[in-house]
């Protein structure tokens, strides 16, 4: 028997019914369906933040996982509700960006607009796509129907990439692609960014260190993060407080 | 194997270890209950807030999916800790009101109170009846049951129902059943309250036309919501915040 | 088949990917393994929340739930990975003393450090075990492997306890164990420790009754919370805002 794996990731968040409503129409058509929340509480409306997110878990989860990522500011609009199968996986989500770092990097084989009658719920409100429409496409998936059997082949139109950085002798021009719970800045370094990692930074006239853990930070210091990107923390602090930076935003790095 | 849904509904808070313990709870009474979150974090106290996400939520969920609503003000007082049978669904939780509008909806077919000393946990604390009642009915119920074992027959005492909006031909006094995540303000504002969707309206001075979407907004809007109620929305924006209203407020919409 | 249940408390929150990729690992090593939050979003880095959660919790679950805790400051450090097997259960976390209140309570059997390259995920990262290390080890730990394949026995270091209050006729010196999403105030009071209920208490000016429901509260009071200690709470408010007190603060009490 087929069960796979749905994984949510939205911008509902736990107060609300939303992310729980979606549960119960993917159960209502496939009762061994194994539903568990990848993110429940994106930051509203950001495609940056839940692409990064996408992005940096899927690899984690189990061959054939279906990964049902719901922020979509534009619902409702013309924006086309996709389902893209890559070479281990499903995703189903708008197509504004949210879905494409993730997808491009495991490799895409197939891209489908979801407009099949039965699998989109009558009575389709226009403002939650999350519920009459992706929760339905990932239930039928996780049944093991078909992808075309969804709708019709067509291209995907946000092919959304993170921005590179900027990088001189003297400095970097770097933006944060995330901050987390702990106030955590996931900046768009990679290890390739950084050939001298001994080097001593100032970012906002403040002094930073590359360190091994967050644990090692002596004030603020630079982590090659769980990600794969270098992280401005504090240890058991807030850097994204102490800098007041948020995701979205260009940071200057200078190189000392 | 009968093998129920239970959706939990709790104003508990993910910070906190009350859903899971509850979970804990009726894993073991029954292994095979499928257990997922509807609302892990409703507004603390609020009888409003809770019994209209039930409401908005429980027809999309499988027949015979169990309820288990705490929201629980009263709890350790002598408010009834009820299970009600409807023509598809079981509803466990007080009898506060928070279950009323969606198990009415449904078709209340048999009502009893929670009494069984089989199905109460010893120790019962009277502060977290979540744990010690409720949990347990729901684990008992998913396993197959009858609710008349949990406990004896009785009548409801709390029939809750939405305040009904006052409407003349130049003005609006509605309730704000909910606010969202996003701040989107669920009115008590059904398809048949306005005949006219092209009127202009104001609230609190601010000019407020209905679109289909949210990205349509251009400023304050209204939409019809997928609960099936009007809501006061901004594009990417919290029309809370801009109009200082929260659930349970009474607000003046005037018809220009 | 086993098919143990898994339960998670960490502080990541419920805005991140963290939670979501450590069950993404466990289900691509357990299909089978019975995931559940016990709690999302503990107070960040903070042993003494984490632990008293666990210990509150743990001895609602069934037999042989395997709980994996990541409150994780130290992380990348030289503190130890740990497996403790109890008379009843499995505690997987680190050795920082957040899981030693409840595996000491349900009886120490056997403690692994997790050492076992079959165990740790390739690339280990060093900033996030509970991907890396505690996730796998979970997921092994619920297909069936013996604790003893996931690494070489070692000695837990922290043998965290809570502290204890210093009591006398005229007062009582508290220490704040948790703050609930309510603003319920757990001390480090049990039942012992009050010998005479009936007795007032002031606390920062305020006076205290002891009530046996929140629902009976006038201003501010004491209640026996559902966990086995003391709660200082308000009817429908939070008793923490009022007293402007926090998990770890001290308080003093005293008797009139």
Chains 1, 2, 3 share one sequence.
Request: charged share 25%; net charge neutral.
């Amino acid at each position: 028997m087929i069960k796979r794996v749905i994984a949510l990731l939205t911008d509902f968040g736990v107060e609300e019914h939303y992310n729980g409503v979606m549960k119960g129409v993917i159960l209502k058509i496939n009762r061994n369906a194994l539903i568990l929340d990848l993110v429940a509480s994106a930051k509203s409306f950001s495609i940056m933040d839940a692409a990064f997110q996408l992005w940096a878990s899927y690899k984690y989860f189990p061959y054939e996982t279906i990964f049902l990522v719901v922020v979509d500011p534009g619902v409702g609009t013309d924006r086309q509700p996709l389902v893209i199968k890559t070479k281990n996986y499903f995703f189903v989500g708008p197509d504004n960006g949210v879905l494409y770092p993730a997808a491009y990097e495991d490799g895409i084989e197939s891209v489908v607009k979801i407009t099949s009658e039965k699998i989109i719920l009558k009575n389709r409100n226009g403002t939650f796509d999350g519920r009459d429409v992706f929760a339905p496409a990932a239930a039928y998936l996780s049944k093991g129907m078909p992808t075309e059997a969804l709708g019709q082949y067509t291209e995907i139109k946000e092919k959304y990439v993170f921005p590179e950085p900027i990088i001189n002798n003297y400095s970097i021009k770097a933006t944060v692609l995330h901050v987390d719970k702990f106030g955590d800045v996931v900046l768009n370094l990679r290890k390739e960014h950084i050939n001298d990692t001994s080097k001593k930074f100032i970012i906002k006239d403040k002094n930073v260190q590359i360190k091994a853990t967050f644990a090692e930070c002596v004030g603020l210091c630079m982590v090659f993060g769980s990600s794969g990107f270098y992280e401005l923390a504090l240890n058991q602090g807030s850097a994204s407080d102490l800098l007041k930076i948020k995701t979205g935003d260009e940071i200057e790095i200078e190189i000392v």
